[in-house]
């Protein structure tokens, strides 16, 4: 828990540092609208794989989680938290998917240690999925995706859409919202 508390410290005080001279390209997709398909390269437990979004709507809810670049302070911790929540989100019937369009060749290596084999993590060269969800922000004349969290209805509407640079109420909120389609929807 004390490690726990410094890393939030610390990933508050670099987070803060980071949105001064960050800018959001565009706002994200709103609760309601349809969300973009794709097929990205991806990795589970540090193995090679594809992501298709549709596919995974096909078998329930989809968590989709943007984040920034593997690696940093606030992406670690959401990925720690994410890996944590899986097993229930598994047992409400939806698929966690992390998404950067930040050093992308790390995302294995990310996907065994930080995401701790649990779920996938796909690469975004070039932040044309984050793009196209209104989702990137610009950082020394680079495009990372910004860290929002969607919850994704197996019919593709948006059913959480949720944009802060503090991960902390990102997985708790996709649980929320999850949960509340799972009781309008009952498997």
Known sequence: MFMRMNLKALTAATLLALTLPVT???????VGEKAPDFKLDAALAGKS????LQQALQKGPVVLY????A?????????HDFAEAT?????????VIGVTAGNTDQIAKFSQLECRDKFTVAADPGAKVATA?????????KTYSDRTSYV????????????DKNPDAHIQKAMDAVKKYRQANPA
């Open 24 to 30: 959001s390209a565009f706002a994200a997709l709103q």
């Open 71 to 79: 690696f940093s302070a606030g992406c670690t911790l959401e990925a």
């Open 133 to 141: 969800y209104k989702n990137t922000l610009e950082m020394k004349g």
């Open 66 to 69: 943007f984040f920034p670049a």
């Open 152 to 163: 994704i209805a197996p019919d593709g509407k948006i059913l959480l859409s949720y944009t």
């Open 49 to 52: 794989t594809t992501f298709s």
């Open 87 to 95: 097993d229930e989100f598994n047992k409400q019937g939806a698929t």
